[in-house]
């Protein structure tokens, strides 16, 4: 009986490693580029996995997010990662690479290999049948983006998108901030950093003079569209009291400590202005600011935000940006395999399934494919453990809260805790390393 072939619909990151993984476990697969027959707004060349905006992958080190991944991967026998680090050039403490040798190498390895054939051609529809991978990225093209949404019956995102910053739990100061629900309205499920009138208004001006990002021209033309999610440094601009009948007000808000905000004395206690902090994930490791989405250049966010009261030390794991994207809603039609719960033989992987950041489109590719290959084999598809980078990241996407659900970047909050807390952060990230790497070990022995 002939085995079928897996069909992989885009060649960037995601997908040069998902057809590399089904090449290696012996499964023949199609992947389809639609370059340089059609150019997309954001690329140069008809290479796969070409770099668009930068052509580092993040800190090398494994005591760091980015650098973690690196290494699961390198464990993983990830095809990016190991041709990352064989056209390495000289960055500090980051892993960066000659981009146009790394983009043309991947393409003749690729092109080269006996069960890869490689298609230049634009894929409009989904393939009804068989085994099949999307990683088309934030760019999905206008008509495979209508046929995803008429798939999933939902409302799919293809917008140009804004997102809030995303700050670990652990550096925000509780003495500070109060857990309160506007009104008292349900359990407090809000964490709010008070600001007196002088705080406020530091903090107005510092935000209306912060340096924003440029956009790119096909990403100006979509912007007019960004009305009903406005950048909060816009809202600042329109007025000293703008954002303070938007995000910022402080109505029915009252921190508990201070005693019943319903007594008399009490009266006139209330803030000037409250920034809302909305619990990220089940464990209460990640919280996101409320109304924050924003174009300033993420140093500047890091200046700004820190100016808020209780976010003194702030630490970020997803800075917010705004730029042109398209993703899946994740956590409401994918399972933590990277396959669609209403058709598990479609998987999908990279920026389009809500990751961040060149390595975790690599990761992304790298379990789409290989659970893809598992499929035509026969075999059962895998998860990774949940205490591995790569594994806490599918995690998050695919349980998630489908409202509020924004692209995630790897990093140390979404692990699940360590068995004892560590001040130190770099003594608790090479903690979470150590465990990670020695699970992922006794893993991969296994499968």
């Not at 009266?267 to 919280?287: I, N, S, T």
Request: with cysteine; proline share 6%; hydrophobic share 40%.
């Amino acid at each position: 009986m002939e085995q079928q072939t897996i069909q992989v619909i885009g060649g960037g990151l995601a997908g040069t490693e998902a057809a590399w993984q089904i090449a290696q476990a012996g499964i023949s697969v199609v992947l389809y580029e639609m370059r340089p027959m059609r150019l997309s707004p954001a690329h140069h060349t008809g290479e796969l996995a070409e770099l668009v905006c930068s052509n580092s992958f993040g800190a090398q080190s494994s005591d760091r997010a980015a650098g973690l991944l690196h290494a699961e991967l390198r464990r993983l026998g990830s095809i990016i990662i190991g041709k990352a680090d064989e056209h390495a050039v000289p960055a500090g403490g980051a892993l960066a690479v000659d981009r146009a040798v790394f983009s043309q190498e991947l393409t003749e390895t690729l092109a080269s290999h006996p069960l890869i054939e490689l298609r230049r051609e634009e894929i409009t529809h989904i393939p009804p049948e068989g085994v099949v991978v999307l990683t088309t990225g934030p760019l999905t093209t206008p008509a495979l983006a209508e046929d995803l949404q008429r798939f999933t019956s939902m409302e799919y995102f293809s917008f140009f998108d804004a997102a809030s910053p995303i700050v670990v739990g652990e550096s925000i100061n509780r003495e500070i901030a109060f857990m309160a629900s506007r009104y008292d309205k349900g359990e407090a499920a809000y964490l709010n950093c008070p600001m007196n009138k002088e705080q406020y208004l530091h903090f107005w001006q510092e935000l209306c003079a912060a340096e924003q990002t440029e956009l790119k021209d096909f990403e100006q033309e979509t912007a007019k569209f960004f009305e009903g999610c406005l950048p909060i440094e816009e809202m600042a601009r329109r007025g000293e009291d703008t954002m303070r009948y938007g995000p910022l007000k402080p109505v029915g808000l009252f921190d508990a400590r201070q005693g019943d905000y319903r007594a008399p004395e009490n009266k006139g206690k209330r803030p000037y202005a409250v920034v809302q902090l909305r619990q990220e994930d089940k464990a209460g490791q990640l919280w996101n600011m409320v109304g924050f989405q924003t174009n300033l250049r993420w140093g500047e966010q890091k200046r700004v935000f820190r100016l808020i009261p209780g976010l003194e030390e702030a630490e970020f794991v997803r800075m917010g940006v705004m730029h042109r994207n398209t993703f899946l809603n994740a956590p409401q039609l994918l399972k933590t395999t990277l396959q669609f719960n209403q058709r598990p033989t479609l998987l999908a992987a990279g920026q389009l399934v809500g990751t961040e950041g060149y390595t975790a489109a690599a990761a992304g590719g790298w379990l789409a494919g290989t659970n893809a290959a598992r499929l035509v084999l026969g075999l059962e598809p895998i998860t990774l453990p949940p205490t591995t980078m790569m594994g806490s990241l599918f995690e998050f996407i695919s349980s998630a809260s489908p409202k509020h659900f924004q692209p995630m970047p790897p990093n140390f909050g979404i692990l699940p805790q360590l068995p004892v807390r560590i001040k130190n952060k770099r003594e608790r990230y090479g903690a979470y390393r150590d465990r990670s790497l020695t699970e992922l070990d006794s893993w991969n022995i296994g499968n």
